[in-house]
């Protein structure tokens, strides 16, 4: 299977909130996509990776954090402004989440911008509403 095909599957396993099937499979998904030396699919498949960690289980945290970094920066090598605004979105909700104020504000605000900028009004609008929370 491809890699990218892989990342649509955990896509809809997310989405079905089918979190063990999303989590094993974004774990083959960057598995695979580091083999074969797709940048952007690793970005997507660590961004969906990360969001299943933190919606699995709290002894999850940490390694939901490290995964939304490590897409976080393929995304701004990379130049994928959409994927790095929903990996900025995804580890501020994280960090906001955790009770790391401070850091989730500017994770968000950036979020918010950079979605904004490219209309993505869904990711736009959670951030804003995240960011409510924290005031």
């Known amino acids: 299977m491809h890699?990218?095909?892989?990342?649509?599957?955990?896509?809809?396993?997310?989405?079905?909130?089918?979190?063990?099937?999303?989590?094993?499979?974004?774990e083959r998904a960057v598995d695979l996509s580091r083999k074969r030396n797709e940048r952007g699919t690793e970005a997507r498949a660590l961004r969906l990776q990360a969001?299943?960690?933190?919606?699995?289980?709290v002894s999850r945290l940490e390694d939901a954090e490290a995964a939304y970094r490590a897409a976080m920066v393929i995304a701004d090598e990379s130049s994928m402004r959409p994927q790095?605004?929903?990996?900025?979105?995804?580890?501020?909700?994280?960090?906001?989440?955790?009770?790391r104020g401070r850091e989730a504000r500017e994770l968000l605000r950036?979020?918010?911008t950079g979605a904004r900028r490219l209309g993505i009004a869904g990711a736009a609008e959670e951030a804003a509403r995240e960011l409510a929370r924290l005031e």
Do not use: F, K
């Open 51 to 57: 969001a299943a960690y933190q919606r699995a289980d």
């Open 110 to 112: 950036a979020a918010e």
């Open 84 to 99: 790095a605004a929903l990996c900025r979105l995804g580890l501020g909700a994280l960090l906001a989440a955790a009770g």
């Open 3 to 26: 890699a990218s095909a892989l990342v649509r599957l955990v896509e809809a396993y997310l989405h079905l909130g089918r979190i063990d099937q999303a989590t094993s499979g974004a």
